[in-house]
């Protein structure tokens, strides 16, 4: 009897798995967590010294979901293009919708290939702006979608790293988040200049019943 393991790493959960996955069966899944600002400081490291306060180091590491690949982008470009200043940097970020082009480049692999249900779902949530609940989620739907179809794309997204959980209730990194905000302000202009309506039918761009602050930035 053999002792080996395998070990595999990827942005999807493989199909199949689960029905092998358990305490006291032969395999086991989890789902990684983004780093610490700490661990994120290390990775800046090893692209060389860089200039910022550690609210500022927490906010960049924040807006990636602690996620190492981004976080190694986002250093090389800082080195590069701020003179490895993480403050000037953020100013950018603050003032308009920039977006490195490899991390966009990324999540518009990922958003390709979800149903239009799935978008439609991450199209509420960047609305919503602040983790909602399954109940609430629902509820937005302009069109009747059946709940056991919203669970699904939910899973689906889940296990694609698009979807942040926490407890009950469901949002997104900050910076899928602003993708996902940019690629809805693109698809309605769109809509509007060939006047082909879809998404625009779909969704609500601001909520009455939100919180004042949540409502002005949508």
């Known amino acids: 009897m053999h002792q080996s393991c395998l070990l595999i790493t990827s942005r999807e959960k493989i199909p199949g798995l689960s029905q092998w996955e358990g305490?006291?069966?032969?395999v086991r899944c989890w789902q990684l967590k983004g780093l610490s600002k700490a661990a994120g400081k290390k990775i800046f490291a090893t692209k060389g010294d860089f200039i910022a306060l550690e609210a500022q180091w927490q906010t960049l590491s924040d807006r990636y979901g602690g996620n190492p690949l981004a976080l190694k982008i986002a250093a090389s470009a800082i080195k590069d293009f701020f003179a490895s200043d993480i403050t000037s940097f953020?100013?950018?970020?603050?003032q308009s919708s920039f977006m490195l082009d490899d991390i966009q480049n990324l999540?518009?692999?990922?958003?390709?290939?979800l149903s239009d249900v799935q978008k439609e779902i991450m199209y509420w949530l960047a609305i919503e702006r602040e983790p909602v609940s399954f109940r609430e989620?629902?509820?937005n739907f302009i069109n009747r979608i059946p709940p056991q179809k919203i669970v699904q794309g939910l899973t689906y997204i889940q296990v694609r790293s698009?979807?942040?959980?926490?407890a009950s209730k469901f949002s997104q990194q900050p910076v899928i988040m602003e993708f996902i905000v940019n690629n809805l302000i693109e698809q309605i202009y769109q809509e509007i200049i060939t006047k082909k309506i879809d998404v625009l039918n779909k969704v609500s761009l601001v909520q009455a019943q939100a919180k004042d602050y949540i409502r002005e930035a949508q």
């Open 23 to 26: 305490n006291y069966l032969p």
């Open 90 to 94: 953020l100013e950018i970020l603050a």
């Open 107 to 113: 999540l518009e692999q990922q958003f390709r290939r």
């Open 137 to 139: 989620l629902k509820t």
């Open 162 to 166: 698009l979807l942040y959980k926490k």
